[in-house]
């Protein structure tokens, strides 16, 4: 078995694929590299990229894909994700950026694509009560009582509903999901690399489910 574990995490957004990275990254004490916290803090920061981003974002588009390869090739070479590996989540989102990857990941390669597979009606009612920590990205559930302000558990942060959880641009994600992502699944359905876990169960049994499935597949590399 080699060091660390180097994993992809897919399913359509609200899927839980942030809830079981915080939890896989903490099991495994790999680094959670998330796209899409990436850009968020490119927003904040206000730099070049995170300008050209937010429009993005905000249109429920998806960044160009040459960035998105150039910002994942710079993450993967840092020390963290060389030696412990790395759970990537919200990378890759298209075939062109999987192909990328294969190439950066050529020396260390992907031991499993976890996909979490939950129904579209049922993402839609978890992300319209989605609240996400501004400063450190926890997720939190929206139970209909007002908490305002609302203050992050893990780090005093302010808790939010995300710009981009609107039903519009929930909508339009997922249709993005369906066109552009979803043949990721074939790709690495067939190079035999992908595993379907129930999204549905709660989240202690989709972190069982998950942990065996990455236990397997990395005592057989
Ligand atoms: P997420 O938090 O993963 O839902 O990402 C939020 C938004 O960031 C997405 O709706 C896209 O606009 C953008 N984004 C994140 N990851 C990628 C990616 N790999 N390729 C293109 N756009 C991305």
Redesign the pocket.
Known sequence: MTAGVRLIIMGR?GAGKGTQCQRISRHYVVPHI????I??AAVREGTELGKM?KQ??EA????G?DI?IEIIRERLEQDDARTRGYIL??????VA?AVALDGIAAERPIHSVLDLDVPRDLVIQRISARRVCRDCGTNYVATGQKRDPWICDSCGGDVVQRD?DTPESINQ?LDLYESQTSPLLEFYGQGGRLVEIDGSLSPDEVFEALTVAIDVARTSS
């Not at 429920?60 to 960044?63: E, F, H, Q, T």
């Not at 989540?89 to 298209?94: A, I, L, V």
């Open positions: 957004q998330s796209t899409g916290d850009l968020r981003a993005v974002i429920g588009r998806l960044v894909d998105m989540d919200g990378f890759p989102r298209t950026q981009d994600r």
